[in-house]
């Protein structure tokens, strides 16, 4: 008999206790086929995740408890270390797994060994489609994000976010949404795991742009869907938005630090500060304080 798991799925935890819960019961309930382990990776949550966990049935599922919020690489990379399983399937806490999505993505990579990664289609909590995939960001791409440049001409914008891209086909992608993706165990083993300078945002770009480097492809599989339920604005606070805001942009910085020339990115913070400080000076000749935070956030984000 063949032993040998299939999936480790690895998700990692931050005060989202409802969502998670309702991850874990979406798996169990996803009818799959694949043998497979669960791994939870809590970062040190405040709002009673683990105690929540603990008391639910979940035998079959490892919790591992940080005692500090150590961000979205570390807790992954602790349970890729763990991982006893031929592919890793990351999960976002925030999503539910629609019955067959796994068996899909597994049956994919197993037909087409050139495959590093699988990505699903993911849906909006309303079942509508999430735009997921998007091109490496580069240096001039990063120019035209959040400065006067994109207000003058959103092609470039456009083209790194595939606004044309068509989500109901199988296709060769660059960089699909973190999220949910299935990768190959020994893409890892090559590549590389997590880069744990990135805390949250970008950390997972820059893993797939070194598994992609390595000769290892990319696809975004339609037939396996998802539910991604992001919380929107009505749901976080301002300072919680703020919060995301930053760690974005520095999460961008990083990636462009460690691919680029040191001195292209410092002159496209100097630009983003520069082209940041002419809107806040519009937001405050129109009252709007939110304005005025939001781009004193991305200079704080270059510093």
């Known amino acids: 008999m063949n032993n040998v798991m299939d999936i480790t799925i690895c998700i990692a935890s931050y005060n989202t206790k409802e969502m998670l819960l309702n991850c874990i019961d979406s798996i169990r309930n996803s009818s799959t086929k694949a043998r497979y382990e669960v791994i939870v990776v809590d970062n040190n949550s405040a709002d009673g995740t683990v105690e929540a966990f603990k008391s639910s ?12 919020n150590r961000g979205f690489a570390c807790a992954n ?34 037909s087409h060994p050139d495959a590093g990664i699988a990505a699903p289609k993911l849906l909006n909590k309303d079942g509508t489609l999430q735009r997921s995939c998007r091109k490496f960001l580069d240096l001039k791409t990063a120019f035209f994000l959040d400065t006067l440049l994109g207000k003058i001409s ?4 456009n083209k790194y976010r595939m606004a044309d891209f068509a989500y109901d ?17 020994s893409a ?7 880069d744990e300078r990135f805390f949250f945002f970008f950390e997972e770009v820059e893993l797939f742009y070194r598994i ?13 869907k998802m539910f991604h339920y992001r919380r929107d604005d009505s749901q976080i606070t301002r300072k919680q938005a703020l919060l995301r805001l930053f760690y974005w942009h520095q999460g961008k910085y990083k990636y462009l630090d460690k691919y680029n020339n040191r001195f292209a990115v410092l002159g496209l913070k100097l630009f983003v500060a520069f082209s ?7 937001s405050a000749l129109l009252f709007q304080p939110k304005g005025i935070k939001s781009y004193w956030t991305l200079i704080k984000a270059g510093l």
């Open 77 to 110: 990379n602790q349970a890729i270390k763990m991982a006893a399983g031929r592919y890793c399937l990351l999960l976002n806490s925030d999503i539910i797994v629609k019955p067959g999505s796994i068996d899909n993505l597994l049956e994919f990579m197993e």
């Open 169 to 185: 086909r199988t296709t060769e992608v660059e960089q699909p949404m973190g999220s949910a993706a299935l990768i190959r165990t």
């Open 154 to 157: 959103r092609g470039v914008e």
């Open 212 to 224: 992609k480097q390595i000769g290892w492809k990319i696809y975004f599989v339609p037939v396996a």
């Open 57 to 68: 049935d979940y035998n079959n599922v490892s919790l591992l408890e940080n005692r500090e």
């Open 276 to 282: 940041s400080l002419l809107f806040i000076a519009k």
């Open 188 to 194: 890892l083993n090559q590549a590389g795991m997590f």
